[in-house]
């Protein structure tokens, strides 16, 4: 149980294209998922808290214009990469949090590898 | 804001050695402790939690954690690594009642058989 997938897996785009990026909560139903952005050799860094039904909670430095995230039911959030920039490539990492287990406890997607050229 | 620190970027054991590794977090309410752990090609996973009660938590795979409230502690430790160890671990905290994590840099560990 408690599986989370991303969609794509890798994706290579040019610059000034936007690019889609799906997670998904398999077997389980999330009304919390979250984004993050990891760096070589650097730790995970919250991006953004996606709540379901409503505007996402954005971490300080984070363009809210840049990365639309969206979170239109409880297995799936979205986060647009818009107009992407050589600089936005990165490994983005969702994850969520199963709301039947009232537990603090995030389960982690296999993350999405973004090229931008 | 809470942080996080692991105190060691890269660990290289030989199998059958014993294992810990550092994390500190600064945060001055309560809080939960997770460590995770990323095998090569694979998600995040999560080894073991602390949110209250005992502070010596065992986890998956033979790992356990120990939380020193007084040091702002929750060292990782194995009795004896496997090849199969060979990962990267992640501490990462959160304040109690949030869901929020904020997570220590990783530390790389390299398990030679």
């Known amino acids: 149980g408690a599986v989370v997938s991303q969609h794509p897996s890798r994706v290579i785009c040019k610059s000034g294209t936007s690019v889609k990026i799906e997670c998904r909560s398999l077997d389980f139903q999330a009304t919390t998922m979250f984004w993050y952005r990891q760096f070589p050799k650097k730790s995970l860094m919250l991006m953004a808290t996606s709540n379901e039904g409503s505007k996402a909670t954005y971490e300080q430095g984070v363009e809210k214009d840049k990365f639309l995230i969206n979170h239109a039911s409880l297995t799936l959030s979205t986060l647009t990469v818009t107009s992407a920039h050589p600089e936005d490539s990165s490994f983005y990492i969702c994850s969520a949090r199963d709301v039947t287990s009232g537990l603090n406890e995030q389960f982690f997607g296999p993350g999405t590898r973004l090229t931008v050229l | ?113």
């Open chain 2, 1 to 113: 804001a809470q942080s996080v620190s692991q105190h060691n970027h890269h660990v290289i054991l030989s199998e059958a050695a014993s294992l810990e590794l550092g994390c500190n977090y600064s945060y001055g309410g309560t809080v939960n402790l997770f460590w995770y752990v990323q095998y090569p090609g694979q998600h995040l996973q999560l080894l073991l939690k602390y949110f209250s009660g005992d502070p010596l938590v065992k986890g998956i795979k033979g790992f356990e954690a120990e939380f020193i409230k007084s040091k702002f502690s929750f060292n990782l430790r194995k009795p004896s690594v496997q090849w199969s160890d060979t990962a990267e671990y992640f501490c990462a905290v959160s304040p109690s009642g949030y869901s929020t994590l904020t997570f220590g840099k990783g530390t790389m560990l390299l398990v030679s058989p």
